[in-house]
């Protein structure tokens, strides 16, 4: 087996890795680390006052300070039922459009664009690309200025508070940005064409979910009471642990996020893909010109993403100023009488979906969950990396898995702060099989099921050694025709690990063991098929997510008894392994 590392993936922000693990010509492992330690915001919080909460959360992040800033001022206005005025909702608003654009132009000019014009950084890249970098850092200064005019300062501002602003901008203020906003829109033409016509690679493509904000009135927006997803399903902010069930996995600190068992994918994409159609004056003709299929699947389109919603903002800015202008006189603080109560707010940060929930009992913090945008992609980025691996491996080009994992992950833009830096390609080492089988059996005695065509030669592996375990007394052990006539299969195996033991065709030398997840499975057409009826049928998403593959390199699989000297072969080391 064999590693090929990136021992730090740059231009991202924060400290993590993506690795992938080779054996022979299967990719049988793929794990994206978080290894910035937890923030231990969420306790940090409880037994504060809700107006150190505001001033405390945030700081979980100091990259997409505003966007925590708002969701949790949303959280505690619904929680404590302050009711905002419209100058406080919109200036909030034009708040979130300034981190927005800085945001999105560090990533898109300075972080990820050097990516396809063939350098290493940003640096590299100015001597010949020298305007589009200043592009990119005019719009991250002007995006910065925004900020600081409400918040206070650029990063972690105190001037957004429960119920209003400590200061308004002056008039004066509004004017500079909303004509300085309508300065750069021939600027902005040019970011949305660059990004939107680059040459994305097509690998990888795979479908997937995508979720964000449902702002309402049928409008684009970056916050809204109310989850929606791709498929068109919607959930009310305070139900929003139906859609977001957060685990662990072993190596990383970061939570993860499935929806029905199945990763899905927030950020400028994911917006783009669900409210898209609902993009007015220049950006919904730039939408119209460039969207298509690729978008809809493949995450390298999350740059193209971002720089249509750095035109959205650049457009919303001055109707905001307008908006602002309009009122004379600026609001007091809303006061509020409140000691108990529980609220969730939901905001679209730069990177994606961002949920705040904050239960507030006698007067102080309760409880808080924060669950962040890169938490909730982390599935997503393995399962692409996955895909961009085996794909790139069976078309004999190994030599590009460790660029091209490095450019999904940097395409998703991670803010590993508040949930990376390092890739690696390892190759497994020799009969790898064996000390993943031992991990799993000494931890519970997984079930076993032999799968395959007993009329088909060395297909018929499966079964024969399914036969054999169960002869030799081993329990949990099953054969494909046990299994689809056994209904109460989720019973028997409850929490166990499932072990299909199968030949599976991966291109090696006939006899080879090879040990790896269900789920790769699904991203492999070739392989696919044969166990869809059991994915379907008899197995829940959770035990997929717990179920492996053992699988020995056929031959042959034409019909006939015979099985191959070396699969026969394979089959005893199996045994040997399982009874020692």
Not at 264 to 282: D, I, K, P, T
Not at 384 to 391: K, L, P
Not at 539 to 563: M, R, W, Y
């Amino acid at each position: 087996m064999k590693t090929i590392t990136i021992e730090h993936l740059t231009r991202v922000e924060g400290n993590g890795g993506i690795s992938a693990t080779i054996d022979g010509k299967v990719v049988t492992d793929v794990k994206f680390n978080i290894f910035e330690g937890p923030r231990l915001i969420e306790r940090l919080t409880v037994g504060r006052t809700p107006e150190e909460d505001v001033s405390i959360s945030p700081r979980i992040c100091a990259i997409c300070t505003l966007s925590h800033k708002n969701a949790v001022l949303r959280a505690i206005e619904n929680a404590l039922s302050v009711k905002v005025s419209p100058k406080v909702y919109y200036s909030r608003e034009m708040m979130h459009m300034g981190e927005m654009i800085e945001s999105h132009s560090l990533h898109t000019f300075i972080l990820a664009l050097a990516d396809y014009l063939g350098y290493p950084n940003a640096i590299a890249m100015a001597a010949n690309y020298g305007f589009e970098v200043k592009i990119g850092l005019e719009m991250k200064n002007f995006g910065n200025h925004i900020m600081k005019t409400y918040s206070g300062r650029f990063i972690h501002g105190e001037n957004p508070i429960i119920g209003g602003f400590g200061k308004f901008p002056s008039r004066e203020e509004l004017i500079w940005i909303k004509n300085r906003a309508q300065q750069f829109m021939p600027f902005v033409f040019k970011a949305v064409k660059l990004f939107c016509e680059l040459d994305y690679p097509t690998i990888p493509e795979s479908d997937t979910l995508y979720a964000c904000c449902e702002p309402g009135n049928n409008k684009y927006g970056f916050w809204g009471e109310e989850i929606l997803l791709s498929t068109g399903e919607k959930f009310k902010r305070d139900d929003y642990k139906s859609f977001n069930n957060e685990f662990v996995v072993s190596h990383s600190y970061a939570k993860r996020s499935r929806y029905n068992g199945k990763p899905f994918s927030v950020g400028a994409l994911a917006r783009v893909n669900v409210l898209g159609e609902r993009l007015e004056g220049n950006a919904g003709e730039m939408y119209k010109k460039y969207f298509n299929e690729h978008w809809k699947k493949n995450p390298l389109y999350h740059n193209a993403a971002q720089a249509l919603e750095i035109m959205y903002c650049f457009e919303r800015i001055p109707q905001l100023a307008d908006i602002l202008l309009g009122y004379e006189e600026n609001p007091p603080v809303i006061s509020y009488t409140t000691k108990n109560g529980a609220g969730t707010g939901l905001v679209e940060a730069p990177r994606g979906l961002l949920v705040h929930h904050h239960e507030i009992e006698d007067g102080l913090v309760k409880y808080v969950d924060i669950i962040t945008p890169t938490a909730m992609n982390c599935e997503d980025i393995e399962r692409y990396c996955h895909i961009a691996a085996q794909e790139l491996l069976d078309k004999g080009k190994e030599e590009e898995i460790k660029a091209r994992m490095d450019l999904i992950v940097r395409a998703f833009d991670p803010c590993i702060s508040c949930s990376a830096h390092a890739a690696q390609v390892e190759q497994a080492q020799q009969e790898a099989w064996k000390d993943r089988l031992t991990e799993i059996t000494t931890q519970t005695a997984p079930v076993f099921i032999g799968v395959g065509n007993d009329e088909r030669s060395d297909d018929r592996i499966g079964l024969k050694l399914a036969s054999v375990l169960k002869e030799s007394g081993m329990a949990n052990v099953f054969l494909e025709s046990d299994i689809q006539a056994d209904t109460a299969l989720q019973e028997r195996a409850q929490d166990r690990p499932i072990i299909f033991i199968d030949a599976v065709n991966f291109g090696e030398r006939a006899g080879k063991i090879t040990m790896f997840p269900v789920e790769y499975i699904l991203n492999n057409a070739a392989l696919s098929h044969k166990f869809i009826p059991f994915l379907s049928g008899q197995i829940h998403n959770e035990q997929i997510k717990n179920s492996f593959v053992l699988g020995i390199q056929p031959q042959s699989t034409d019909f006939g008894q015979n099985i191959s000297p070396q699969v026969l072969d394979a089959m005893d080391k199996i045994i040997d392994h399982l009874k020692n």
